[in-house]
């Protein structure tokens, strides 16, 4: 029955503006006075928009518009009322002036009125408005297959991605978004957008008057400013990309308690501990985070040097998008999630641990439905018998490196989890590109981190400089024989500048780094770089001699490569700074 009188207010709803129009038509000058509505109400709707968007603070109704604002609402009446008195002198219609004001202020009122119906009809509907932050990922497609299989639950107002602009095109012909961002120029998508689209800023799509819950799955840092501008227009929040959280945690759980924004984690993990959660905090004893081990759970650790970003991505559960399935097998994605946890629930360090599940069957994903739950047909049930027994153990720190930094780095605070979150998402890269070995992954993250001056109560703008800092950082990693070892897995113990009595050192990881007095060339020890180095058996896989000779002479020739261009660049500055001598007048 309900069906029915939705149609049927559908029919009424729409058939009757329209046949309001057809009569006006063929009055005299009818067209024009048709015009004089929509032109009027467009103008109002524009002015609205753009009153809001720089002046606007004060809600105008909360509860049916959240983006819709007192001073919008006053610039949108203005902006009609003037639209509509320029129109009717223009289009020379039998009106004064006092009666094309009270024309324009008729329909300036009615346009936003409507509006709001509009918007009421659509929340008595339970119609979810979103806007989709990264919807050419993974998680942004698994989101409008959510929309495709609910159409009559969800709408979509925005669309934000970075550079694949095919896809995203794409979807905006499919689902008519009010609006799209994205990370190359306006022009270069505008031509391949639905008429009605605009191009515009990723926090415009976040904070799109029309959207009442936004989608974060922007990868990395791109989500920060989107969701905290989300955040700052009473958006709700559906939490998929956790590096926001990691960064700045303090910053975005804080944001969203001053304006009262609900933050819905929707991977997986912390899912099932919000809906765990909820109320129930005050006895808590501990929360427990599942991992599934990774793409290399079964391999042997002295295999791990020698793996590919190919072997790499092939997660033994799920498919993801390459950055979180390399983080996965390097389990720098638990540790997110732990300072994640963090943050989202408020919860101390010793309350949170994680063990290695690899049936990956404890934990949920339902925030975008909430607070519904909604029956999945294409989600096979729970069954004990079919599914066995359901293994938990510890988690070796030692075999998972970067785990352990994240906790490190969460624990410290300050700037370090933006500085973790930057290099981590530069060394994937690197990786992904082939030019650092897998087990380089936590030693350039344990190496940058170890450089880094941290800022105490960081604010954005610090952690946003951190962010690039640790970014350079990254990029700049350690040259020559040790970046070469490294990257094909060989075991560097010591890495030295200069030659003579150590001035300074310190050690991070396996490595000791240090200067010596006389500052001529360096050197790095490799082992067994000596043929008769006595090297456990277990380690004889990570030696220069056990190399092949291609990979040696890199390592060698890197050396000589890296110095050569030190002293390029220390002549090249010395000549800059004191300049080379001029010859003298020749002699009589």
Request: contains cysteine; charged residues 20%; glycine residues 10%.
């Amino acid at each position: 029955m309900r069906d029915y009188g939705y149609t049927t207010a559908g029919a009424i709803y729409l058939g009757w503006p329209l046949s309001l129009a057809l009569v006006l038509r063929a009055e005299v000058q009818g067209l024009e006075w048709i015009l004089i509505a929509l032109l009027g109400t467009f103008a109002t709707d524009t002015g609205a928009f753009f009153t809001g968007r720089a002046i606007g603070r004060r809600p105008l109704a909360p509860s049916i518009s959240p983006g819709k604002t007192q001073e919008g609402a006053v610039g949108g009446f203005l902006a009609g009322v003037a639209a509509v008195m320029a129109l009717a002198f223009w289009l020379d219609l039998p009106v004064s002036v006092p009666e094309s004001a009270v024309l324009g202020a008729l329909v300036a009122v009615a346009g936003q009125v409507g509006d709001l119906v509009e918007s009421k009809i659509k929340r008595t509907g339970n119609v979810k408005r979103l806007a989709i932050l990264g919807s050419t990922g993974s998680i942004g497609r698994q989101t409008l297959d959510i929309v495709r299989a609910f159409p009559e639950e969800f709408s979509v107002v925005g669309l934000s991605a970075g550079h694949n602009l095919d896809l995203l095109a794409e979807q905006a012909r499919e689902f008519q978004p009010e609006a799209v961002s994205c990370e190359e120029p306006p022009e270069s998508l505008a031509s391949s957008l639905p008429p009605a689209c605009q191009v515009v800023s990723h926090e415009d799509v976040a904070s799109h008057p029309d959207a009442d819950t936004v989608m974060a799955a922007s990868v990395g840092k791109a989500g920060l400013a989107p969701i905290l501008a989300a955040i700052r227009a009473q958006k709700t929040v559906a939490l998929a990309n956790k590096e926001p959280v990691v960064m700045a945690g303090h910053i975005v759980m804080g944001e969203a308690r001053r304006h009262g924004v609900d933050i819905l984690p929707v991977d997986s993990e912390p899912s099932a501990i919000w809906q765990c959660l909820r109320g129930e905090q005050k006895d808590l004893s501990r929360v427990v985070i599942t991992a599934s081990g990774g793409a290399f759970r079964n391999r042997r650790r002295d295999e791990l040097a020698t793996v590919t970003p190919e072997e790499a991505l092939q997660h033994p559960t799920w498919s993801m998008g390459r950055k979180i399935t390399i983080d996965s097998a390097t389990l720098m994605n638990k540790g997110f999630e732990v300072i994640e946890a963090r943050w989202l629930f408020d919860l101390p360090w010793e309350k949170i641990d994680v063990v290695v599940h690899h049936q990956s069957i404890i934990h949920a994903m339902c925030a975008l439905f909430y607070p519904q739950r909604v029956e999945n047909g294409a989600l096979p049930r729970f069954n004990p018998v079919e599914t066995g027994s359901l293994t938990f153990e510890a988690l070796d720190t030692d075999r998972y490196p970067c785990f352990r930094l994240a906790l490190e780095a969460g624990k410290k605070g300050a700037t370090y989890p933006a500085v973790i979150s930057a290099a981590d998402e530069v060394a994937v890269a690197l990786f992904l590109e082939r030019r650092i070995a897998f087990t380089s992954i936590p030693d350039l993250v344990e190496d940058v981190l170890s450089k880094h001056t941290p800022v105490s109560n960081p604010g954005l703008e610090d952690i946003l400089d951190a962010d690039g800092w640790a970014r350079e950082a990254a990029r700049a990693w350690t040259g020559g024989h040790l970046v070469a070892a490294k990257a094909f897995g060989m075991k560097a113990t010591k890495y030295f500048l200069g030659f003579g009595p150590t001035l300074w050192s310190f050690k991070r990881g396996e490595t000791e780094y240090g200067v010596k007095a006389i500052p001529a060339g360096g050197f790095v020890s490799i082992v067994g770089m000596n043929p008769l180095e006595y090297v456990p058996p277990e380690e004889e896989h990570r030696t220069y001699r056990g190399r092949p000779f291609y990979q040696k002479s890199v390592v060698v020739m890197a050396g000589v490569g890296t110095h050569f261009i030190i002293a390029f660049i220390l002549i090249w500055t010395a000549n800059v700074l004191i300049g080379r001598p001029r010859p003298g007048p020749a002699s009589a």
